[in-house]
Every structure is written in structure tokens, then in C-alpha cells.
């Protein structure tokens, strides 16, 4: 069972913002988002504004770090699982590779199955390698000038489109609890943990009752960045859809 387009369009959200990125208004196109959603905003007032959050975006220019991803339903049970790397050029590059674990049949081979999403500074790519697939949009013929972001590459975007409150510290790590203002949002809350500095794990819910838990390990912040990272080629044989901006 795959992750919900819910969950899968939030943490693209959240991708977008920590490369500086508002948020297209033709990502729900690709991540099965609600445009009602994307473009909801309202009035930032009644929220903490120095969060370990609004910390730790203050400087950051680069992030690389491996994820383990969870998604369990609304009974608890894990429905899917895997794991993948991060990379972050700000402003306005990115790269998320994510595969499925392998089963117990030996399946979830990382080159056939998972999600690959690029933002190269001019185009916004996104393979599904299942579906032998990929979507292609040019970064400025998509870009919103309402930004909606989970993760805010501006601060005071941020605190325009969700309310950040302090959360109580556990499991070794501080919080910062996040709730959309819009009732629109296809996500219903988030937490984010932080070990000192560091962005140490993700909580998302949807509205479906599907919570996905995401695990970050060996970070390295500010470092120096492949530029080759950013690139795509599609593969040969697969669908591809949209026109990229040379």
C-alpha cells in the first residue's frame, strides 16, 4: 500500500520551502494536493515566533541528510516504509529519492520502485519509477505568489500560513508543533524535532487518519554541493509529461 497523496504532497511542501520556494500552484497536479489548499492563506496571529524552527532557518543555505520514512494508518499498523537521501541548494534546488523497503519476496528493487523529485532552478521534476513516469513543469511559469510551505523559506511566510506553538521535549529531542490556518490544507497537523542544531525527525498527519514519521540521519549543513545533484535526464522509455525549460 502506498503513502496517500495527502502525506506525499505535504512533504513535497516541505521540500519546496527549505529550498526557499513558494509553492507552485500546479504541485497538487504532481502530488495529489487540493489548489483550494495551495492557495488558502489567512492572518498570522496567536503563534510563537522564535521557535526552534525559525532558529534553525536563520543561515541555512545547503542540507544534505539520509531519511528512513514510516507511514503508519489509522490503527497504527506500518503500511509502508523506506528510506532515501535528501539535498538542499538554497535557493531553489533540491533533490528527494525515496524507495519502498524490499519485501520479504526480495521485491523493492531501489532503481524500478520509489519517487524522485528534482528542482533544478528552472524546471520541477518528478519520477515514479513504478509508473515508468515523469512530470516536468518550468519553476517560473508554476511559482505562486501566495506562498504555502510546511518548512518556510521565508520566516514571515511561515508564520502567514500555519501557526508554530513550542512543544514539550521528548524522546531526546525540542519541538515545535505545527497547525495549518487553512482548513483547506490536506494535512491536519505536523511536529518537527531538533537535536540542538540539528533536524532530527518529521511528524505528519492527514485528514485520513495516515501518519508519516520521517528520520533524519548524517546530515551535513552548509556544505558543499555536486552541482550534477540538480540534474535530470529522463530515462530512456519513459512517459514523460510537460515541457522543460531549457
Known amino acids: 500500500m502506498r503513502a496517500t497523496s495527502a502525506v506525499r504532497g ?20 504532481l502530488a495529489g ?47 509502508e516504509s523506506g528510506a532515501g537521501q535528501l539535498i538542499v541548494q538554497r535557493p531553489g534546488r533540491f533533490r528527494w529519492d525515496y524507495a519502498p523497503t524490499a519485501g520479504p519476496d526480495g521485491g523493492g528493487d531501489p532503481q524500478s520502485t520509489g519517487q524522485l523529485l528534482i528542482a533544478d532552478g528552472r524546471n520541477l521534476w518528478f519520477y515514479d519509477r513504478e ?11 508554476v511559482l505562486s505568489p501566495t506562498p504555502v510551505m510546511l ?37 491536519s497537523h505536523a511536529e518537527l524535532g531538533f537535536a540542538g542544531d540539528r533536524l532530527a525527525r518529521m511528524l505528519i498527519d492527514d485528514r485520513l487518519g495516515q501518519k508519516v514519521q520521517l528520520d533524519f540521519e548524517h546530515s551535513a549543513r552548509n556544505a558543499p554541493i555536486d552541482a550534477a545533484s540538480f540534474r535530470f535526464v529522463p530515462p530512456a522509455g519513459v512517459d514523460v509529461i510537460g515541457a522543460p525549460q531549457p
Open 131 to 141: 509508473l515508468s513516469q515523469v512530470t516536468v513543469k518550468p519553476v517560473a511559469s
Open 33 to 79: 494536493l487540493s489548489i483550494t489548499a495551495a492557495r488558502a492563506a489567512a492572518s498570522p496571529t496567536g503563534d510563537a515566533t522564535d521557535t526552534v524552527l525559525d532558529r534553525y532557518l536563520q543561515g541555512l543555505q545547503s542540507l544534505r541528510t539520509d531519511f528512513r520514512q514510516t507511514v503508519s494508518d489509522a490503527h497504527g499498523q506500518t503500511v
Open 10 to 29: 505535504a512533504l513535497l511542501l516541505g521540500l519546496l520551502a527549505l529550498c526557499g520556494l513558494p509553492v507552485p500552484p500546479a504541485l497538487p497536479e
Open 151 to 187: 518548512l518556510s523559506g521565508s520566516v514571515a511566510d511561515l508564520h502567514a500560513q500555519f501557526e508554530l506553538r513550542a512543544g514539550a521535549s521528548h524522546d531526546g529531542l525540542e519541538w515545535v508543533e505545527i497547525q495549518p490556518r487553512s482548513a483547506a490544507a490536506d494535512f
